[in-house]
């Protein structure tokens, strides 16, 4: 099977960057996808690594290392409004559903 | 607004009792997902459906069953409900299912108590 392990919680300050780590275990997949979850909210996709490096999509940038069993979700100048949970997901694998961790809660103090 | 619709948006019923969760996709999108999203398992995939067909299954338990119809809409069937079943079901849909389907679009939700 696939699993995926990540913070329960980070806290940051209005402004600066944050970084959320995701390892993961699986005998083969895709990629890797992080998805956004609002309190009450449905999860919204953001970002989503096929290959190793870096992908940068706005504020977010995300990031993938295969050898590693490794990636991070990466966010800029942050808003109040990034408070969120924030999920690490495996793609393929021998199933088109999503393999998600148990998200990480990310708290921005002002 | 993702596109995706699901009804009804809350349920609450008994133990022992059967509901139907309704799911429409995005327009064009012919895979449909089923997660289930609760505080100590997460959230959990449950079944897809591709065109019509079921197309690959996750953790759902034998009181559970999905089907899509051809006009794409989807709905889950949950019987002999317990107690353990509370929790928020998502709809997702995407374009394909070719190459893992990354990027899902996800519905609203339906929450679901069982008393």
């Known amino acids: 099977g696939q699993s995926l392990e990540q913070p329960s919680e980070v806290t940051a300050v209005e402004g600066a960057i944050v970084q959320i780590n995701c390892t993961y275990q699986?005998?083969?997949?895709?990629?890797l996808s992080w998805y956004q979850q609002h309190d009450g909210g449905a999860p919204t996709f953001l970002s989503y690594n096929a290959l190793d490096g870096l992908e940068e999509t706005g504020r977010f940038s995300s990031f993938l290392s295969r050898s590693d069993s490794y990636g991070y979700l990466l966010l800029q100048e942050l808003q109040m409004k990034d408070s969120a949970s924030y999920f690490c997901a495996l793609s393929g694998g021998g199933a088109d559903g999503l393999t998600f961790g148990k998200g990480t809660h990310l708290i921005i103090q002002p | 607004d993702s596109g995706v619709t699901q009804t009804p948006k809350h349920l609450i019923t008994a133990t022992g009792q059967r509901v139907t969760l309704r799911c429409s996709p995005r327009s064009g999108d012919l895979s449909v997902y089923w997660y289930q999203q609760s505080l100590d398992q997460g959230l959990q995939f449950l079944i897809q459906y591709y065109n019509g067909e079921e197309r690959a299954k996750g953790n759902i338990l034998e009181r559970f069953s999905a089907q899509q119809f051809p006009d794409l809409h989807s709905e889950l069937n949950l019987s002999s409900l317990e107690l353990g079943d509370s929790a928020l079901y998502f709809c997702?849909?995407?374009?394909?299912?070719?190459?893992?389907?990354?990027?899902?679009?996800f519905g609203p939700g339906t929450r679901l108590t069982v008393l």
């Open positions: 997702a849909s995407s374009v394909g299912t070719s190459g893992g389907a990354h990027e899902q679009f």
């Open positions: 699986t005998s083969g997949f895709y990629g």
